[in-house]
């Protein structure tokens, strides 16, 4: 077996991408070890690891008696996932559309969608919160109506990204598998559930993991629309405890690490079908 030469632009390659790691994980792990820590000892020595008498769990212990940390995780989770189904099945829907089917307008309708993913969301906050005020979902006590306003711009601000990922995947699948699935009979509904979704699973995961990322971390929409205390989610929460404990920085980084957790958690053990669908819609589209 012939053996890779490591040659040293490789090594340069390998020592500037740790060198990038060790600039993204430690600040990660600087705030939580600084989270079991008090006050005095972060200001003292931020630097130094929580053992022997510097360990406390009091910062974790206060977050949970002043903040509704479980509501806050629940309604997250609400919003994120069902932002993430719905993506899954709107711009699927509509990359098979867009890939298999002409149609008058087929060009601009492409190119809106390329133009959708131009537009940041803060040029669209206002006539989306006077159109969701106008539904009656803005300021409302009803807990779901408001989650939902939130889910609502969000599958939105995801549906461009996630047409242009499923496009590239859906063009490059044999249209023979099509052509035979239509023969036994299967209508084009059948057809993309039975055999677009099942070939193209890790472009439809990775989609799904980042649609359900960016909902999970987005702040801007959810300060406009979340007003109530028990509606807020996880990030709006920990917004809230930032203004009131500016100073406290044991029990602010013990709220970021109750934030950033879960995220890393999901991202580890979904990484391999991030990379994999990743690089097969680089490949194949």
Request: hydrophobic share 55%; with cysteine.
């Amino acid at each position: 077996m012939k053996q890779k030469k490591f040659s040293g632009s490789t090594a340069l390659i390998y020592v500037i991408l740790s060198f990038w790691a060790l600039t993204t994980i430690y600040p990660i792990i600087w705030i939580i070890q600084n989270s079991f820590k008090a006050k005095d000892q972060i200001l003292a020595n931020s630097f130094s690891l929580p053992l022997g008498d510097v360990f406390t769990l009091s910062n974790y212990k206060t977050a949970f008696e002043r903040l509704n940390i479980f509501s806050a995780y629940r309604n997250s989770i609400v919003i994120s996932t069902t932002v993430s189904v719905v993506v899954i099945l709107l711009a699927g829907f509509a990359a098979f559309a867009l890939i298999r089917y002409s149609f008058k307008g087929k060009g601009a309708l492409q190119a809106l969608v390329v133009a959708g993913m131009m537009f940041p969301v803060f040029s669209t906050i206002i006539p989306v919160f006077r159109m969701l005020n106008g539904w009656g979902m803005v300021n409302t006590e009803n807990l779901w109506l408001s989650l939902l306003s939130v889910a609502l711009p969000q599958i939105a601000g995801n549906l461009s990204f996630a047409i242009v990922v499923l496009s590239g995947y859906i063009k490059s699948l044999p249209i023979e598998l099509e052509e035979a699935a239509y023969m036994e009979g299967c209508n084009a509904v059948q057809i993309f559930f039975k055999v677009i979704m099942p070939l193209t699973k890790p472009s439809f995961a990775t989609v799904a993991i980042f649609s359900f990322l960016w909902s999970y971390n987005d702040l801007f929409t959810q300060m406009f629309l979340l007003r109530l205390p028990e509606q807020r989610a996880i990030t709006r929460l920990l917004n809230e405890l930032t203004s009131q404990e500016g100073t406290n920085y044991g029990l602010m980084a013990a709220a970021v690490a109750l934030v950033v957790i879960p995220v890393i958690i999901v991202y580890i053990i979904l990484q391999k079908h991030i990379i994999k669908g990743m690089t097969a819609g680089a490949v194949k589209g």
